[in-house]
């Protein structure tokens, strides 16, 4: 397992800076945010999230001399005086949500932490990513979760505080945010813990589709082959699909893109055509989970976000084999001397 942090850098500029690198480099592993570099984080078998290990590789912790080694997740959120994870809300990332870089760029605008856990999915079944039916303001396609039965896919799940959902809903005026349990997509962390809930933004323009009325799904976030997932590949096939979409935008991505940008009318342009060509739906299950939750063409889903650990009921949260996590727990000593109360796997009656 790789111990060494990345820095801000090496994530490159925000999509939202270099829309042709839409959706930004993606970690590569799960890992916790701070302002100037992703720390590796560590699952614990059979442990829930905010028993996972933080590797500092050489920084330091506010108040705290250690420089090197591994800290409980809450320790570090502890220590930068940020939420625990039992106050946070768990997000299923999709397109430059992912990207490091882009969550840096719009917390910084807003002055907020720019701390921030985010957790590679072991899989996600029932969700595919796929392409909203419109052009964003920075000129690239976006992407959009699309509920597909048969779909499994690897994808970040982020857990912002209060104040940190609420720039990434501001962030997302394109998007409906909804919740998803377990009952309609089924999430595995890399511990083996099964999320009972989370919430994700459904595009409120739909999903893109090809000429067999399926929806054009793009590569998940650690898809080793992800060149038909970027923004290039994108554009240069759709442009090829379409030439009233080429005589509206321009012949090549770069020309698309700064007509996009210069004129915003053409984002509007976009979504008509759009749907003039038959390209946009939306499936049944996102049209049923956007209404649920208040939202319509013209008003976008904003549900009040509950805590993770609030929604939670007891056995909600359970394994890959169906065994509830978190209903017993036993007192053990750190290494530090002091006892603490660990969550530990707790057997279900037909188990």
């Known amino acids: 397992m790789t111990l060494h942090s990345i820095r801000a850098a090496d994530f490159g500029s925000p999509p939202a800076h270099q829309p042709l690198g839409y959706p930004g480099r993606l ?15 560590l699952p614990g ?18 108040g705290d001399t250690h420089r090197s080694g591994l800290v409980p997740l809450n320790y570090a959120l502890l220590r930068h005086n940020q939420a625990p994870l039992a106050q946070r809300h ?15 760029a719009k917390f910084s605008s ?13 899989e996600v079944r029932g969700l595919a990513v796929g392409l909203s039916a419109h052009v964003s303001r920075p000129g690239y396609v976006p992407f959009t979760p699309v509920l597909v039965e048969d779909a499994v896919s690897r994808l970040f799940i982020l857990w912002p505080d209060k104040a940190q959902l609420a720039v990434l809903d501001k962030s997302e ?17 890399e511990s083996d813990e099964n999320l009972s809930h989370c919430y994700t933004y459904i595009s409120r323009h739909g999903h893109l589709i090809d000429d067999s009325e399926r929806p054009i799904l793009v590569p998940d976030a650690v898809s080793p082959d992800a060149t038909s997932g970027s923004q290039d590949y994108i554009l240069r096939t759709l442009l090829r699909r379409s030439g009233l979409l080429a005589d509206t935008f321009g012949p090549d991505p770069i020309t698309f893109i700064e007509n996009a940008v210069r004129d915003p009318n053409l984002q509007d342009d976009a979504r008509q055509i759009f749907r003039q060509l038959g390209w946009a739906a939306s499936g049944q299950l996102e049209i049923e989970l956007i209404s649920r939750f208040g ?7 904003r549900p009040a976000a509950t805590t993770y650990e609030l929604h939670l009921q007891p056995g909600q949260a359970r394994d890959h084999r169906s065994r509830p996590i978190g209903e017993e727990f036993d007192w053990r000593r750190s290494r530090r ?7 530990v796997f707790a057997p279900s009656p037909s188990s």
């Open 27 to 41: 970690p590569d592993r799960s890992g916790l945010l701070l302002p100037d570099r992703m720390l590796t984080l």
């Open 45 to 62: 078998p059979g442990r829930r999230l905010s028993q996972w290990h933080v590797a500092l590789d050489g920084a330091q912790l506010p």
């Open 90 to 104: 768990p997000l299923l990332a999709i397109g430059s949500n992912a990207s490091p870089a882009q969550l840096w």
């Open 110 to 122: 807003k002055a907020t932490s720019q701390v921030l856990p985010m957790a590679l999915a072991r």
């Open 173 to 189: 005026p394109n998007y409906h945010r909804v919740r998803i349990d377990h009952t309609d997509v089924s999430i595995a962390l």
């Open 295 to 301: 939202g319509t063409p013209e008003n976008l889903a």
């Open 337 to 343: 001397g002091r006892m603490s109360r660990t969550c």
